[in-house]
C-alpha cells in the first residue's frame, strides 16, 4: 500500500524513437504490479538487485545512454542515486541504493500517452474542491487497484460523513469508521466497506492546516 507518498532530443538531427526498455546488465528485475498507471502516466516498473556498488554501474549506464543519444540527468533523492534518459517518445528511470548489493527501481513511461488521473468508472466519487496528490492504478494479483492521494479543506469529520452518506446510498456494505489517535493532538479516521468483492478503506488526517487523504479501492477479483 502506497503512503505519502510518486519524471524529451534531438541528436545529430535524428530523433531517438525509443528509450532504454531493457534491466540493464549486471541487475535481475521482477516486475512490479501490472498494467500500472501513475498520475496518469502508463508505467512499467521492475524492482531490480544486483551486486556490487550502485556508483559504478551508475558511471556505466550515464556514459552509454548518451552515447545512444538519449538526454540523460543524474541526480539524488534521499539516500536514492536516481538515473534519468529521455527520448522523444520516453522515458526511463533507474533509482538505486546500495543494500546487500544494489537495489532500485527500474521504470520506463510514455508521455505522449498520458490518461486523466481519476477512471471513469471508479465506483465512488470524490467530494468536491479536492486537490489531487498522487493516484496510482495498476493489476496486483489478479485484481485492479487504485490509490488516491488527496487533501481538501475541509474538516476530517466533514469527510469522513461526505464518504459515510455516499458509501451507504451507493450500496456498500459493512460500512463503518473510527478514529485513532497518536499523541494528544494527531487523530485520523479510517473509513471501510465492501461490496460483491470489492474493498474500500480511507485514511483522514489533518497535516499543514487542512485535510489530506490515502484512499485505497481495490476492485473484485
Known amino acids: ?15 531517438c524513437e525509443a528509450c532504454p526498455q531493457d534491466v540493464p546488465s549486471g541487475l535481475k528485475g521482477e516486475p512490479v504490479g501490472q498494467e500500472l498507471v501513475v498520475n496518469g ?18 558511471e ?6 548518451e552515447q545512444a543519444g538519449y538526454e540523460v540527468k543524474r541526480s539524488r533523492a534521499g539516500h536514492w542515486d536516481v538515473l534519468a534518459a529521455r527520448s522523444e517518445q520516453c522515458l526511463t528511470t533507474l533509482q538505486l541504493i546500495d543494500r546487500d548489493g544494489m537495489f532500485g527501481y527500474f521504470g520506463v513511461s510514455r508521455p505522449q500517452k498520458t490518461q486523466a488521473w481519476l477512471p471513469k468508472d471508479l465506483g465512488v466519487a470524490l467530494p468536491g474542491g479536492v486537490q489531487l496528490n498522487s493516484v496510482v492504478s495498476g493489476l ?4 485492479r487497484g487504485h490509490t488516491i492521494g488527496f487533501s481538501s479543506p475541509r474538516g ?4 469522513d460523513q461526505f464518504f459515510l452518506r455516499q458509501l451507504g446510498s ?7 469508521s473510527h478514529e485513532v489517535r497518536s ?17 474500500f478503506s480511507l485514511v ?3 497535516e499543514d492546516r487542512s485535510s489530506r487523504a490515502l484512499l485505497n479501492l481495490s476492485e473484485p477479483p
Open 1 to 15: 500500500m502506497l503512503r505519502p507518498l510518486a519524471g524529451l532530443v534531438l541528436v545529430a538531427a535524428v530523433a
Open 204 to 206: 483522514l488526517w489533518e
Open 156 to 159: 476530517i469529520d466533514d469527510l
Open 60 to 65: 556505466r549506464l550515464t556514459k552509454e545512454w
Open 41 to 58: 502516466l502508463p508505467m512499467t516498473v521492475r524492482q531490480v538487485q544486483g551486486r556490487g556498488a550502485s556508483a559504478e554501474l551508475l
Open 170 to 176: 451507493k450500496g456498500w456494505q459493512g460500512v463503518s
Open 140 to 143: 496486483d494479483g489478479g485484481r
Open 183 to 199: 499523541g494528544a493532538a494527531q487523530r485520523a479516521r479510517i473509513v471501510s466497506a465492501q461490496k460483491a468483492g470489492a474493498e
